[in-house]
């Protein structure tokens, strides 16, 4: 019998038919199966967590690792597999030191919460307390069955999962310059002063965004990424320790509220040493705020501002000689006073010293010579120079908190014309240590003052990209810095200077900082020294600052021994011959 012939439009209504039966039937399925799940029960089981790479190490110049990362553990329990609460809590308790109430409230608002699947318990756990409760887990598991009615003891569901912490072996060394990074705070990672701050970024890398499960046993081992950048430093930690025992020793034996010392490369601009007070464990930064209470800052080298007296009479002096206003041998009559502007400026020690020339008013520190000297150059000149030295300017060091106090010229609010003339010897003006190091290094260095920097080089993706030096301003001549070099060491040899070091030609002057009140200046004073050498090739540039000393106020007693002794560490650790020697093997 032949079948009748099906048209062209019956096939295509069998065919519709035959396939809206196919997605009805598809999707009763999906609803009825029980393993299926939908996109709210899915989001449950996962979290999208942000996975930050290993942060940098830091280390010093010689590879001395100042900063880096030890493992610790999140330990938890999945609330699915647990079978002893109690045991739980307590072991985790015992082993860790955390409160009992607080971790077994933590199971129980697990197990009171719907789709809770795993409770953190407690973090940052050392591998030792973790593999203690590893030994347990396990010898729990060979008990033997226990009777009807009983529970043995059992860590099943107890979890452990490790992850990062900083850490600086060093404790306290170099803290002011490094800063910290908080380990509280895993998902907006970042550094608190120093570079760690400053550098943030690089010390980063690049985060990852991944999707992790919440079940403990279906979590796989989180990809790795990227290492961030590390940092090595210009900072020698020898010399640096050196520095920092040496200023601990100068502020105790002076009674000095703080103490500094800077030790850089004029040649570089590097920071071989940055040592301040106070300083912390930075692997307990949580004490912060008990160290460093407000308004202490964290760095005084960059953070401070003072009025740094007489060692700025070396600014005023080279401006004086590159300018022509003044030669070497320029006489000038003191008499112990000099009137300017309605005011009167007195020597430091109201005295008179009659005839002497420009390297007799460094070496006798005459505020009286200097304001005539600044009188002569003129307050365009003067001021021009100093903004060729950086003063009203930041330095622009990579450490994080730089200060900056406005330098006053004529026509702003707060200029008077005795500017001129106080500015001169370092009072009326305020700078920070990095500031006036970075100014009088240009000195010491042909007349090239170069940018501070205290990164060396960075390691990224398998790489060392370094850093080079950079000249950022040439405010005075090399002759003129070679000129003023020399009057520094003699008026130095012939005061028979407490800075003087045996072996060694060194240049320098003393400061002597009047510390300014509410009503005026105060009998507390800034005492300084900075100095540099050899003085036929400086290969180091050394500042001392005791803040508020007791035993004396005076720069030349309290603070020029300490940079003697700063020196004669400093030449040992750099290999730097004496004189005599090295005079020899040119």
């Known amino acids: ?23 009805v039937v598809q999707m009763v399925r999906i609803q009825t199966n029980v393993s299926a799940k939908t996109l709210p029960e899915l989001n449950t089981e996962y979290e999208y967590r942000t996975v930050y790479p290993e942060r940098g190490n830091i280390y ?11 493992e610790v553990y999140e330990v938890g329990v999945s609330l699915a597999e647990m079978v002893n609460k109690e045991t739980v809590a307590t072991t985790i308790a015992n082993l860790t030191g955390a409160d009992y109430v607080q971790i077994m409230q933590l199971i129980e608002n697990g197990l009171a919460t719907p789709n809770i699947k795993y409770v953190a318990l407690v973090d940052f756990v050392s591998a030792e307390t973790v593999a203690q409760i590893d030994k347990l887990k396990n010898e729990y598991k060979k008990l033997p069955a226990p009777r009807k009615g009983q529970v043995n003891p059992s860590l099943s569901g107890v979890y452990w999962q490790g992850h990062l912490i900083r850490s600086y072996p060093e404790n306290e060394l170099a803290s002011n310059i490094i800063g910290f990074y908080p380990y509280y705070n895993r998902d907006n990672p970042f550094g608190v002063n120093g570079v760690e701050q400053y550098y943030n970024n690089l010390l980063t890398g690049v ?36 520095m920092e025992e040496l200023i601990d020793e100068a502020v105790t034996e002076n009674g000095a509220e703080s103490g500094t010392i800077i030790v850089m490369d004029p040649r570089t601009g590097e920071m071989l040493a940055l040592a301040t007070q ?16 407000i308004p202490t800052p ?8 003072y009025e740094p ?7 005023t002096m080279a401006a004086a000689l590159d300018s022509g206003t003044v030669k070497p041998d320029t006489e000038f009559l003191d008499n112990g006073v000099i009137e300017y ?26 505020n009286v010579c200097l304001s005539w000297v600044a009188i002569q150059m003129g307050t365009d000149v003067f001021f021009d120079y100093l903004n060729q030295f950086g003063i009203g300017h930041r330095t622009n060091i990579d450490l994080a908190g730089e200060a900056l106090f406005p330098l006053s010229i004529p026509g702003d609010r707060y200029w008077s014309d005795v500017n001129l003339v106080t500015n001169s010897y370092g009072q009326g003006i305020a700078i920070t240590p990095i500031q006036l190091v970075t100014a009088v290094s240009a000195v010491a260095n042909d007349g090239r003052m170069m940018a501070p920097h205290i990164l060396k080089s960075y390691i990224q993706d398998g790489r060392q990209h370094n850093i080079e030096p950079m000249v950022i301003s040439q ?4 002759e003129t810095a070679h000129t003023l070099t020399d009057m520094l060491a003699v008026s130095l040899e012939e005061e028979a200077s407490n800075a003087l070091v045996e072996g060694y030609r060194v240049a320098g002057k003393t400061g002597t900082g009047e510390i300014p009140t509410k009503t005026g200046y105060s009998d507390q004073t800034n005492a300084t020294f900075i100095g540099w050498g050899p003085v036929d090739d400086p290969q180091f540039l050394v500042y001392v600052w005791l803040e508020k000393p007791t035993s004396n106020p005076y720069g030349s007693v309290v603070a020029a021994p300490v940079f003697q002794k700063a020196v004669e560490k400093i030449v040992i650790l750099l290999n730097i011959p004496p004189d005599a020697v090295r005079e020899t093997l040119k």
Request: glycine share 6%; proline share 8%.
């Open 309 to 315: 007296g007489s060692t700025f009479k070396i600014l």
């Open 341 to 366: 502007g309605g005011f009167y400026i007195y020597n430091w020690d109201r005295g008179a010293w009659g005839w002497q020339d420009m390297t007799g008013c460094m070496q006798h520190s005459l």
């Open 278 to 293: 106070p300083r912390m464990n930075l692997n307990e930064y949580w004490d912060l705020d008990k160290v460093f209470p």
């Open 207 to 242: 985060p990852q965004q991944l999707q992790i499960p919440l079940d403990p046993n279906r979590v796989e081992k989180i990809p790795s990424v990227p290492p961030g950048a590390s940092l090595v430093l210009t900072i020698d930690r020898e010399i640096q320790s050196a």
């Open 60 to 70: 010093d110049r010689w590879g001395n690792l100042l900063a880096g990362n030890k």
């Open 1 to 23: 019998m032949k079948l009748p012939a099906i048209s062209r439009p019956q096939v295509v209504l069998i065919t519709s038919i035959l396939l809206v039966a196919a997605i």
């Open 475 to 478: 405010p005075i001549q090399a």
């Open 298 to 305: 964290f760095n005084r080298i960059v953070s401070q501002t």
